[in-house]
Each structure stands twice: as C-alpha cells, then as structure tokens.
Nanobody
C-alpha cells in the first residue's frame, strides 16, 4: 500500500511563510519522483514544484524564487517551504508520488496523491 500524508497548511497573512510536509509510506525500496500541486476553488489543479529521482528540481514560474522543494537523502518526507506568500497562493496543496518501476523488483510504475492540505493567504 502507498500512502501520502500532507501537513503544515494553515492561514497566514500576505508576506508570511509556511512549510508543508508530505510523508510517504510503502515501497520504500523503490525510486520515485515527487511533486507538489495546488488547486484553488473553481480552478484546475496546477503544478507547483517537483524533485525527481535524480534530484533535479523544477518550479512553476509563479513560485520560483519564493518556494523551495526539498527531499533529504534517504528520507521519506517531501517538504515545500513557502515564503513571501501571496493571496493568489491560496489553494489546497497536494503531494504527488510517482513510483518508478525497476527490473526484477516489485516496484510498480504508478502515481499516488495525498489528501491535500489547505493554505489560505490573506491580504
């Protein structure tokens, strides 16, 4: 079983900071790509940031320079440090884990989502 549990959301004033966490469980021996997405009310879910199995990092233009994604080596936790928050950052933030298959292993190529954590930024 694969499980993702996000935490760290809350309400903050514009200019403030929050740190989101995503704890992954299951298939700990498998390589994976992990990312953060967000979805505001009435809008489509959008990409925020990702870190892949090679540790390459990608940010959406809207958060570059303000957010930092990290995944410490040999740990099962993904972080999103959000600084200089803006009202337009208000959304439900979701953690996504993409497991990578491996030859002669039980690692399934699959995609998994957490339940989300709410971030609200007031002006």
């Amino acid at each position: 079983q694969v499980q993702l549990v996000e935490s760290g959301g809350g309400s903050v004033q514009a200019g403030g900071s929050l740190r989101l966490s995503c704890v992954a469980s299951g298939y700990s021996h498998c390589r994976n790509d992990m990312s953060w997405y967000r979805q505001a009310p009435g809008k489509e879910r959008e990409f925020v940031a990702s870190i892949d199995s090679t540790r390459a990092i990608v940010y959406a233009d809207s958060v570059r320079g303000r957010f930092i994604i990290s995944q410490p080596n040999a740990q099962n936790t993904l972080y999103l440090q959000m600084n200089s928050l803006k009202p337009e950052d208000t959304a439900m933030y979701f953690c996504r884990r993409d497991l990578l298959s491996a030859l002669w292993s039980d690692c399934p190529r699959s995609q998994h989502w957490g339940q989300g954590t709410q971030v609200t930024v007031s002006s």
